[in-house]
Nanobody, 120 residues
Framework: VQLQASGGGLVQAGGSLRLSCEAS????????MAWYRQAPGKQRELVAR???????NYQDSVKGRFTISREGAENEVNLQMKSLKPDDTAVYYC???????????????WGRGTLVTVSS
């Protein structure tokens, strides 16, 4: 199983970016997908999470600015980021909890990360 993320880049404060992540491989089902981020010198933190039922959770600092969605294929997750701030600068990692067979035993998978830089 692989998670391939895309969409990072450099943007000015107040701008927008959209991150996308697609899971591929021998997937039976995906329980939840999420975006985490890690800023320089800080621990990795949850940004937003969405379950297979469509329940969304957000870090307080991004509520109202970021939207997570699973559009199109069930194995794809997007993060629409608006009103970006310099504090949003980080490497963003895609995450998925995936079951590989009908016994539904699942494990966590991570993408490589994509850099988002917000300039002031």
């Amino acid at each position: 199983v692989q998670l391939q993320a895309s969409g990072g880049g450099l943007v000015q404060a107040g701008g927008s970016l959209r991150l996308s992540c697609e899971a591929s491989g021998a997937i039976f089902s995906i329980n939840a997908m999420a975006w985490y981020r890690q800023a320089p010198g800080k621990q990795r933190e949850l940004v937003a999470r969405i379950t297979s039922d469509g329940v969304e959770n957000y870090q307080d600092s991004v509520k109202g600015r970021f939207t997570i969605s699973r559009e199109g294929a069930e194995n794809e997750v997007n993060l629409q980021m608006k009103s970006l701030k310099p504090d949003d600068t980080a490497v963003y990692y895609c995450y998925a909890n995936i079951a590989l067979s009908s016994n539904r035993v699942s494990r966590d998978y991570w993408g490589r990360g994509t850099l988002v830089t917000v300039s002031s």
